[in-house]
């Protein structure tokens, strides 16, 4: 039977400090714990206990409140009836998968995700950013980046000054009504998730001005691409494509422009 000290290391790779720094992180958990209700929640769903333990650890030292789930059906059970601020989400699980619980959740719910992998091939990163995964960790990694991951995301996600744009933007059969955050095409109403609203909005606002991807990170995610794979533009922006035009391969509304990034069409 493999020693927990080597699934650590498994885990999170080689760290010398690790266990030194375990001993500070128990009695920073007490410190920290008045700050827990103002820093939110946090889902740590892992099929493994020293995992959870190790993450929840870091995230309570942090301020946050954790909650543990070891298997697809149970995590699904405290996201509906535990609200969670965010969701720390292992794609390899007993039950029901990550991918599948993330693609569930995204039907009903914009709660922040960020996935943990154990898989580096791209398409697997791009499914989980397709899906609609805020931010990807591949296994080993390091528990005090995640923790400050946690923090970008909900950093992002809690932003409380939005842009200012017009009440509704209105092109040829596109309107954008940004009170009520609907899109209709055709004078039909469509489906979009915050994140890709926002997006679209933003690029709306601005017709025919030009957007780098790190340009988008930053002004639509308030992050940047040293955090986060500016993929997860391309992966947004293909998926609006598919809800707007009618030719998503030769797109009337957003464009490419090669080499730089993306501009709205109006």
Same mark, same amino acid.
């Given at each position: 039977?493999?020693?927990?000290?080597?699934r650590v290391r498994n885990e999170f790779g080689t760290n010398d400090e690790l266990d030194g720094e375990w001993a500070t992180n128990r009695s920073a958990?007490?410190?920290?714990a008045l700050m827990a209700e103002r820093a939110g929640t946090v889902l740590v769903v892992d099929d493994e206990e020293i995992v959870r333990e190790v993450v929840c650890t870091y995230l309570e030292q942090e301020g946050y409140t954790?909650?543990?789930?070891?298997?697809?059906?149970?995590a699904v059970a405290l996201i509906e009836s535990e609200r969670p601020d965010l969701v720390v989400l292992d794609v390899m699980l007993p039950e029901i998968d990550g991918f599948s619980i993330l693609g569930e959740l995204r039907k009903r719910e914009d709660i922040p995700v960020i996935l943990l992998t154990a898989r580096t091939e791209e398409t697997d990163r791009v499914l989980g950013l397709e899906l609609g995964a805020d931010d990807y960790v591949v296994k080993p990694f390091s528990p005090r980046e995640l923790a400050a991951r946690v923090r970008t995301v909900l950093r992002r996600a809690s932003r409380s000054e939005p842009p200012v744009m017009e009440p509704t933007i209105t092109f040829d059969g596109l309107a954008i009504d940004t009170?009520?955050?609907?899109?209709?095409?055709?004078g039909e109403p469509v489906d979009f998730t915050a994140k890709e609203f926002d997006l679209l909005a933003f690029l709306a606002s601005s017709p025919r001005q030009v957007?780098?991807?790190?340009?988008?990170l930053e002004q639509v995610w308030d992050?940047?691409?040293?955090?986060?794979?500016? =993929? #997860? &533009?391309?992966?947004?922006v293909?998926?609006?494509r598919k809800k707007i035009e009618q030719d998503p391969d030769e797109p009337r509304w957003i =464009? #490419? &422009?090669w080499g730089v990034g993306y501009r709205f069409e109006p």
């Amino acid at each position: 039977m493999q020693h927990p000290s080597e699934r650590v290391r498994n885990e999170f790779g080689t760290n010398d400090e690790l266990d030194g720094e375990w001993a500070t992180n128990r009695s920073a958990v007490r410190t920290m714990a008045l700050m827990a209700e103002r820093a939110g929640t946090v889902l740590v769903v892992d099929d493994e206990e020293i995992v959870r333990e190790v993450v929840c650890t870091y995230l309570e030292q942090e301020g946050y409140t954790t909650r543990q789930a070891a298997a697809g059906r149970e995590a699904v059970a405290l996201i509906e009836s535990e609200r969670p601020d965010l969701v720390v989400l292992d794609v390899m699980l007993p039950e029901i998968d990550g991918f599948s619980i993330l693609g569930e959740l995204r039907k009903r719910e914009d709660i922040p995700v960020i996935l943990l992998t154990a898989r580096t091939e791209e398409t697997d990163r791009v499914l989980g950013l397709e899906l609609g995964a805020d931010d990807y960790v591949v296994k080993p990694f390091s528990p005090r980046e995640l923790a400050a991951r946690v923090r970008t995301v909900l950093r992002r996600a809690s932003r409380s000054e939005p842009p200012v744009m017009e009440p509704t933007i209105t092109f040829d059969g596109l309107a954008i009504d940004t009170r009520s955050r609907e899109v209709r095409v055709g004078g039909e109403p469509v489906d979009f998730t915050a994140k890709e609203f926002d997006l679209l909005a933003f690029l709306a606002s601005s017709p025919r001005q030009v957007f780098s991807r790190g340009q988008l990170l930053e002004q639509v995610w308030d992050s940047s691409s040293d955090w986060q794979d500016a =993929s #997860t &533009v391309t992966v947004h922006v293909r998926r609006i494509r598919k809800k707007i035009e009618q030719d998503p391969d030769e797109p009337r509304w957003i =464009s #490419t &422009v090669w080499g730089v990034g993306y501009r709205f069409e109006p």
